[in-house]
């Protein structure tokens, strides 16, 4: 399986940008890039996905290598709703089965 | 649009008896997933089932099985409990199975004490 690589712990402020990386050297052609999050008690959400080309929608932006073997999420003002671990996951083309790594844990602070 | 939603939410049994988890996906979803997070081990891919039938099963043993109804609620099972099975209990619902693009959906989860 494809795996992915993230920091451990990231700091913001409050109202700056965020950019969280995330390596996947062993991606296949039909592996898609997903990200989720998971706030405190509660279930991991959906913020973004994406191929080949960069995408955005009103959470965030992933901006993804031309070779794709790395990504970075981008919020572009961090709040303190923000704060959470953010999951980069490669999911198999026809595969529900998400392996979701370690995440990083983003902290903002006020 | 009602969410998933998972029954029990909280839960304690003690080594040796078994559980039945309980999850009701989003309305017109028909593909459910089970994932186990622990503080340990993370969150891991337990099984998913789409009409009625598992199609994904990660590396668990054979004392966690899944089942799916027609109306595509889900049970998991896990037999012969032990300690190292106190987790939280993840559900996942999405749209259509075949597609490696669709969100999946999670409910609050359902945590499991083993004592």
């Known amino acids: 399986d494809a795996k992915t690589t993230q920091p451990n712990s990231m700091e913001s402020n409050e109202e700056e940008p965020v950019h969280l990386p995330c390596n996947h050297s062993?991606?296949?052609?039909?592996?898609?890039i997903h990200w989720y999050r998971q706030l405190p008690s509660q279930g991991p959400e959906y913020v973004i996905h994406?191929?080949?080309s960069n995408v955005n929608n009103r959470m965030a932006s992933l901006a993804i290598a031309e070779d794709r073997k790395s990504s970075t999420l981008i919020l572009h003002r961090a709040t303190l709703r923000d704060a959470a671990v953010y999951y980069c996951?490669?999911?198999?083309?026809?595969?529900?089965?998400?392996?979701f790594g370690a995440g990083t844990r983003l902290t903002v602070k006020p | 649009k009602a969410g998933v939603t998972q029954t029990p939410r909280y839960l304690i049994k003690t080594r040796g008896q078994q559980v039945t988890l309980s999850c009701s996906p989003i309305?017109?979803?028909?593909?459910v997933s089970w994932y186990q997070q622990t503080p340990g081990q993370g969150l891991q891919f337990l099984f998913e089932?789409?009409?009625?039938?598992?199609?994904n099963k990660g590396n668990f043993p054979g004392r966690f099985s899944g089942r799916q109804f027609s109306n595509s609620r889900s049970e998991m099972n896990v037999s012969t409990l032990e300690l190292g099975d106190s987790a939280l209990y993840l559900c996942?619902?999405?749209?259509?199975?075949?597609?490696?693009?669709?969100?999946?959906?999670f409910g609050p989860g359902t945590r499991l004490t083993v004592l």
């Open positions: 062993t991606i296949s052609g039909t592996d898609y």
């Open positions: 089932y789409f009409s009625e039938t598992q199609r």
């Open positions: 996951i490669l999911r198999r083309t026809n595969n529900n089965d998400m392996r």
């Open positions: 996942a619902s999405s749209l259509v199975a075949e597609s490696s693009y669709n969100e999946q959906f």
């Open positions: 994406g191929l080949t």
């Open positions: 309305s017109g979803h028909r593909s």
